[in-house]
């Protein structure tokens, strides 16, 4: 079945700088990969995701990168602030099945002033 | 108001015993999911339902039974509970399985003793 791996377990950063979480995944047919966001003792939060049809997708501070070949993908934070500090997780999903999500291990960011 | 309601917030239980945990969704979808996240195991996804019929099942326990009554309903019905299964268990759902978003409930926090 699907791997996902999240290389990064934890990333401190200076506020302003740009964050950068690193993912990668097995199974070929993994076409759906959604970034989400957990603050301490919450739930997951949906951020940004990229369909395997297209390489690049930004939303406003957000940048995921997709690389078929590498069997990779990435999440940009640009511009970072203190309320980005979080938990980060990537995730990929494939048509078939159940749509499950096979989630990494998720990456601590944490942005300092 | 919440668009997802997991019911009971938290749970301590005896092991041995059987708990249901509830989960009812407001958001018109059609696909409803149950993750679990663990120390052990981080964001581990459990079944998936599509028009309340089953689509996956990763979870090898068949003490971990879902339950659909309704097209907004999806409870977990847990036996013969082990400390193993202390976890926050998180209800998710989609329009569709077809890749789509998956936002997540707020989780019911078990603990088992």
């Known amino acids: 079945g699907e791997k996902v791996e999240q290389h990064e377990s934890t990333l401190s950063v200076r506020e302003g700088d740009s964050a950068v979480i690193n993912c990668t995944y097995t199974d070929t047919a993994s076409s759906y990969f959604p970034w989400y966001k957990q603050e301490a003792g919450k739930s997951l939060h949906f951020v940004i995701d990229?369909?395997?049809?297209?390489d690049r997708k930004q939303s406003q501070r957000l940048i995921v990168l997709l690389d078929k070949k590498a069997k990779r993908f990435s999440l940009h934070i640009t511009a970072t602030q203190p309320e980005d500090s979080a938990i980060y997780f990537c995730a990929a999903s494939s048509y078939q099945g159940g749509r499950a999500l096979i989630f990494g291990t998720g990456t601590t960011v944490s942005v300092s002033p | 108001d919440p668009k997802i309601i997991q019911k009971p917030k938290y749970l301590v239980a005896v092991t041995g015993s059987e708990k249901i945990l509830i989960c009812e969704q407001y958001l018109g979808h059609n696909a409803m999911y149950w993750y679990r996240q663990s120390a052990k195991k981080p964001l581990e996804f459990m079944f998936s339902y599509s028009y309340q019929k089953l689509m996956d099942n990763q979870t090898a326990s068949s003490r971990f039974q879902p339950q659909s009554s309704k097209k907004n309903h999806l409870d977990l019905q847990i036996t013969a509970l082990k400390p193993d299964d202390s976890a926050t268990y998180f209800c998710?759902?989609?329009?569709?399985?077809?890749?789509?978003?998956?936002?997540f409930g707020p989780g019911t926090r078990l603990l088992v003793l």
């Open positions: 990229i369909r395997s049809n297209v």
């Open positions: 998710a759902s989609s329009q569709d399985a077809g890749g789509r978003t998956q936002y």
